[in-house]
Nanobody, 115 residues
């Protein structure tokens, strides 16, 4: 079992640069790919960014060049640095850990981009 706890969301002005954190209950990065997903009101959950066990990263086209995913194995934490935020980035952001058909989700953290 893996518990994931997100933090760092809130109300952000357009153009802001918050960083989301996802703390895992144990060291998972050597056995799980991890990622961030988001779900806006009335929309399906979508992939934002992932980082594979080997460290390669993948981003949604809508966030490429603005968001950066990273991980710190010593802290069992994965981060999402978000820059140049837009109102369209408003969503609940979820952390995910995946290994084959096995997956775990955090409870989500709300990010609202508004002036």
């Amino acid at each position: 079992q893996v518990q994931l706890v997100e933090s760092g969301g809130g109300l952000v002005q357009p153009g802001g640069s918050p960083r989301l954190s996802c703390a895992a209950s144990r060291n998972i990065f050597s056995t799980f790919a991890v990622g961030w997903y988001r779900q806006a009101p009335g929309k399906q959950r979508e992939l934002v960014a992932t980082i594979a066990i080997g460290g390669s990263t993948n981003y949604a086209d809508s966030v490429k060049g603005r968001f950066t995913i990273s991980r710190d194995a010593a802290k069992n934490t994965v981060y999402l640095q978000m820059n140049s935020l837009k109102p369209d980035d408003t969503a609940v952001y979820y952390c995910n850990a995946k290994r084959g058909l096995l997956g775990y989700w955090g409870q989500g953290t709300q990010v609202t981009v508004s002036s």
